[in-house]
Every structure is written in C-alpha cells, then in structure tokens.
C-alpha cells in the first residue's frame, strides 16, 4: 500500500520561508518521479517542481525560490520555499509517478494511476 503524508504547511507573511515534507511508503525513488503539485479554488492542480534521477526541475515562477530534495534514508521529499508571495497561497500536493511518464503543468489533482498525498495548506498574506 502506498501512502504519502505531507506536513509542514502553514500561515505565513509576504516574503517568508515554509519547507514541507513528504514522507513516502511502499513505493521505491529509483522508480518514480517525486513531484510537488498545489492547486487553488475553481483550478486543476500545478506541476511546481519533480525531482528523479536527482534532476530537479521547477515551474518558472518557482525557479530561484523553491527547492526540491530528496532524503533517501528517510524516505522523504522536501520542498524548501522561500521569498514566498501571496500567489502562492495554495493547497500543496505531494505525487509520485512512475518515472516513464510525461508531466504537463496543470492536471486534474488525485486522479490517475500515479499516488496521491492528502495535501498540506500554505497561505501567504499580509
């Protein structure tokens, strides 16, 4: 059975720095692509960055700010964000797909055959 967990959302001002954890099991890295997805109100979800065969890669508006990793030994994901703004307020979604598979940018969020965390909120504002 596989089972994402995320943790680590939070309330935070303009400006400001959140990590959040994903912690996996049943499911082996070297066969999937690890991905942080977020959605908003009335949106499909948000690819946001992925990270397999230790290649990192973010959406345009994350690139400088937002950093994925991954800690084998604890079988955990992470993304570190900082200078947070307003619009990334969000629901954050913690995926793993099969590596193979080819992400698009906006999907529908917790469908398909790939794996699904229950979300964690982040809301940033004044």
């Known amino acids: 059975q596989v089972q994402l967990v995320e943790s680590g959302g939070g309330s935070v001002q303009p400006g400001g720095s959140l990590r959040l954890s994903c912690v996996a099991s049943?499911?082996?890295?070297?066969?999937?692509?690890m991905n942080w997805y977020r959605q908003v109100p009335g949106k499909e979800c948000e690819l946001v960055a992925d990270?397999?065969?230790?290649?990192?890669h973010y959406e345009e508006s994350a690139k400088g700010r937002f950093t994925i990793s991954i800690d084998n030994a604890k079988n955990t994901v992470y993304l570190e964000m900082t200078s947070l703004k307003p619009e990334d307020s969000a629901v954050y979604y913690c995926?793993?797909?099969?590596?193979?598979?080819?992400?698009?940018?906006?999907?529908?969020?917790?469908?398909?055959?790939?794996?699904w965390g229950t979300g964690t909120l982040v809301t940033v504002s004044s």
């Open positions: 990270i397999s065969d230790e290649r990192p």
């Open positions: 995926n793993a797909d099969l590596i193979e598979n080819v992400h698009v940018r906006f999907r529908p969020c917790s469908v398909g055959m790939d794996y």
């Open positions: 049943g499911l082996t890295f070297n066969r999937f692509s």
